[in-house]
């Protein structure tokens, strides 16, 4: 019994097969149309995707950089010491001595040693300080906190850079949502249509097969299965586009980066995201196919 | 087998075809029905293969009521039934094999296993050397005999005929009766609508008049 509901979905999927190669310029057609559509906000996605790993190289967790006046003493840096320890926002910190850093300045400009004309170490003492959590809210409020200490010149962190990526990540998956959906109804529409033209073009045999006893879903499921198969070739096909973009600007990517002195590598899509593309593509030409034989189908009256 | 109860069908246009018919047709039975263009022959036999159903009156065949039929119950009941359209309703973009298997892929039969049963259809109505050809290519006896073959490959518990030798000459249209008996042999219920005057005279079969729409005795 389930061997011969096998058989006949087998022989259906294999039938299909055969109809979308005989018409091959038609089919072609609208599987690049359903290609190009999934490549679009595949593609963006995927350049959000990498910037968000930049910006993880750089702004996932802030440092920030705490310098005391000229004048504190040892005093005054176990005092700060001791409140950094005990604040519970800070993960880890790294006291710099102004003599380290002046031996730093001294080691990293090389041969031309700038500092031998002076007569004293302009450099302050600081602390870097690690927090556990990289939002600005919570820098600005450690910020705001750490002010109020004494002997503390200057705090300098990056959390405006942060905040603008992230502001433009959130509008990059906004546009990759609204995308989708605009996308994915035209999707719908393009499969909507040419299952109806199908339909008009099986009209004899649908009603004959009625005539002799055929059950709805025995007619509904070749043109379930068309939908299903365009939709899952327009989305093979949109993977090789986003494959053929990637490979196509990667070096000039990669130049870009380098002027940003950003060690970018492009990502490609991961196997799950290419797993749920596919299958999502499969799924939005069957919904479409459903659609257009629901709407259509009983039209056909046997007469 | 089959049984009208006060059947009447009435056109939209507010035309009886059908007028309050009582009938019963026994399993194994082999009936002739019978009046001119647009008594309703045409439309008794589509209530019979529950095409159309009845404006009133009750119908019941193979013990089924057809108006409390469910729509999902109705393709099972027309497989019990063969049709043999008098436009034949052959697909012409397959072959005469293929117009024969599509009553058993219905039935959810594999196509690898029923060869043998299409082919023995195909021979029955003397096709069996023509199964590959289209039927563009078949003559109008041919595609009434491949029509046939289609409507027996199931081996439906009713056959209705609407015209079968209809435009056909006398040859072919005794050929055609000749299979319509031997199906009747081997105990199918056969209805025949025709209007072949040399049909009826030879049958010893029941002959149905229709008179405008109602039963003549």
Known sequence: MISAWLAQHWHVFVFTLKRLVSTPLTSLLSIIVIGIAFSLPAGIYILIDNLQSISGQTVSSPQISLFLKLDANQNDIEQIRQRLEENPQIRQFQFISKNAALHQLQKNSGSVDITSGLTHNPLPDAFIIDTNNSAPETLGQLQATIEDWPEIEHIQYDATWAERLSAILRLGHRLVLMLSVLLSTAIIAVMFNTIRLQILTKREEIEVSKLIGATNSFIQRPFLYFGALQGLFGGITALCIIALAIHATNNELMELAQLYTLNLHIRHLSINDNLSLLLFATWLGWLGARISVANHLWKIESK | ?217
């Open chain 2, 1 to 217: 087998m089959i049984n009208f109860k006060n059947v009447s069908k009435r056109f939209p246009d507010g035309h009886n075809v059908l007028d309050s018919i009582d009938l019963t047709i026994e399993a194994g039975e082999m009936v002739f029905i019978t009046g001119h263009s647009g008594a309703g022959k045409s439309t008794l036999l589509r209530l019979i293969g529950a095409i159309e159903r009845p404006t009133s009156g009750n119908i019941s065949i193979c013990g089924q009521n057809i108006a409390q039929l469910k729509p999902s119950a109705l393709p099972l009941l027309r497989r019990k039934i063969g049709f043999i359209f008098q436009d034949h309703k052959l697909l012409f973009d397959r072959s005469a094999f293929d117009n024969v298997l599509l009553p058993l892929q219905i039935s959810g039969f594999d196509h690898k296993l029923v060869a043998g049963r299409i082919r023995a259809a195909l021979d029955k109505v003397g096709l069996l050397k023509k199964e590959k050809a289209f039927p563009i290519t078949l003559s109008g006896g041919e595609r009434q005999r491949l029509c046939i073959a289609r409507a027996i490959v199931h081996r439906p518990t009713i056959l209705i005929a609407d015209e079968p030798t209809g435009n056909l000459d006398t040859a072919y249209a005794k050929d055609i009766m000749d299979m319509f008996n031997s199906f009747h042999q081997v105990g199918v219920t056969i209805l025949i609508a025709t209007h072949d005057a040399s049909l009826l005279e030879k049958t010893k079969q029941r002959i149905l008049q229709l008179n405008q729409g109602q039963l003549a005795a």
